[in-house]
């Protein structure tokens, strides 16, 4: 089983930047594909970014696409979604999950973490 927490999630202003830290436990990290997801109020979760297992293969939602950049650190465990030039329509609880397998569908990741809010002023 692996334990997933989310940090780096906050208030920034319309054009600004945040990183999103997704830190694993309980099995190494490298042994799974990482994504990360959101959730805006009255909407359905949606698939944001992720990356192979390797970190060699990234793959990005057409709305974030060049503006967020997702990596990841094996030794540390850990999964960053770098996020730039920041859109008020970008506001939504942040979720990292791992999957067996590269996939930009939700229902494919297992594990989950419990997400961090990030709010986006205009």
């Known amino acids: 089983q692996v334990q997933l927490v989310e940090s780096g999630g906050g208030l920034v202003q319309a054009g600004g930047s945040l990183r999103l830290s997704c830190a694993a436990s309980g099995r190494a990290l490298s042994r799974y594909a990482m994504g990360w997801f959101r959730q805006a109020p009255g909407k359905d979760r949606e698939f944001v970014a992720t990356t192979t297992y390797s970190g060699g293969s990234t793959y990005y939602a057409d709305s974030v696409k060049g503006r967020f950049t997702i990596s990841r650190d094996n030794a540390k465990n850990t999964v960053y979604l770098q996020m730039n030039s920041l859109k008020p329509e970008d506001t939504a609880v942040y979720y990292c999950?791992?999957?067996?397998?590269?996939?930009?569908?939700?229902?494919?990741?297992?594990?989950w973490g419990q997400g961090t809010q990030v709010t986006v002023s205009s």
């Open positions: 999950a791992s999957s067996l397998y590269t996939s930009t569908t939700l229902r494919n990741y297992n594990y």
